[in-house]
Structures are given as C-alpha cells and as structure tokens.
C-alpha cells in the first residue's frame, strides 16, 4: 500500500475517535488528533499574542509537514479541507444515529440521558462553528467526503475493519 492520508471527522459520541486510533492499528501509522496537534511546537515571537487564525494556520501547516514525511490520519481539524486536493488523501464522516450516541455517553461517561444530550450538542456546536469558521463549509456537507459511515449498528472494531478492509482493497486495487 503506498502512502495514504486519511481524514476523519466524527460526530461527538460517535465512537470516530476510537475508530481513528484502532484504524492507525490496523494501518500501522500514526493518528493526530486535537491534542497531538496542538501539542506540536510552532515558532512564535516572545510576548507575542496568537490568534485563533495563527493557530489555525500553524496547525494546519503542521499537518502538511507530517503528511508529507508519512502516511497518517488526522482526526478533526478540518483535515477534509486541508487535504481537499491532495491525491493521497481519503476523506472519511463518522456518524450515528443520535439514541446510539446518547447511549454510548451515558455509558462512557456515567451520566444521565439529559447531560449526554447537552455534551452531544455543545461538542457538534463547536465543531461545526469551527468547520464553518475556519474552513469556510459544513462538516455535514458529504461532499466533502469520499467515505461517510453510518456507525450506528457495527461496534469500533467492526467500524475500524470494515474502513482498513475498503482502504486495502482501493490501494491494492
């Protein structure tokens, strides 16, 4: 298989993060993820205040150098429009139905269906406020996507396999 990038955007209680990592498994690379990226160093002068904007272009300047070096996933950051144009990359949406994601946070976390509800909707808020903001399009767009995955009735390792069993089979194709 020859180098790949993949993008994964997910829906909060989704599982699409999981799913990120056990992909990177199966892949045998790496996964970045909001606090990978952000935890890279950029230059910044001393006493000198960034904008969310300058942090938005460090990173995703940041996300180049790595997919340049080596086949990865990036999860979030608005990868789909980052990579856009890139031939290597495969965009890929991770959703599901909204009682599954309720479900998964009452269990994740131990807290009531009302909270799960509140945290669903203020995380797909933010998200989508900083998709819009900074990327300039929905999240939800699917064109946008080259794979979108309903993850409603697969669990994350059925989720992961069937995602790595597509990848292979279009790369060795």
């Not at 990592?21 to 205040?49: H, M």
């Not at 309720?102 to 945290?119: G, L, P, S």
């Not at 933010?126 to 699917?142: D, L």
């Amino acid at each position: 298989m020859g180098k790949i990038i993949i993008t994964i955007n997910r829906e909060s209680g989704s599982g699409g993060r999981k799913i990120a990592f056990r992909l990177g498994e199966l892949l045998g690379i790496n996964v970045y993820d909001k606090a990978a990226i952000e935890g890279i160093k950029t230059y910044k002068p001393e006493n000198k205040k960034i904008t969310s904007r300058e942090a938005y272009y460090a990173q995703t300047q940041k996300m180049r150098e790595i997919a340049a070096n080596e086949s990865c996933i990036f999860v979030g950051r608005t990868g789909f429009r980052v990579f856009k144009d890139d031939p290597n990359a495969l965009k890929i949406f991770i959703f599901a139905n909204r009682d599954v994601r309720i479900k998964r946070m009452v269990e994740k976390y131990n807290i009531d269906e009302e909270t799960a509800v509140q945290r669903i909707d203020d995380v797909d808020n933010a998200r989508e406020t900083y998709t819009k903001y900074f990327a300039g399009a929905s999240r939800y767009e699917v064109r946008n996507y080259d794979f979108t995955i309903n993850v409603s009735h697969f669990t994350n390792e059925e989720a992961a396999q069937l995602i790595f069993e597509n990848i292979k089979r279009k790369k060795d194709a």
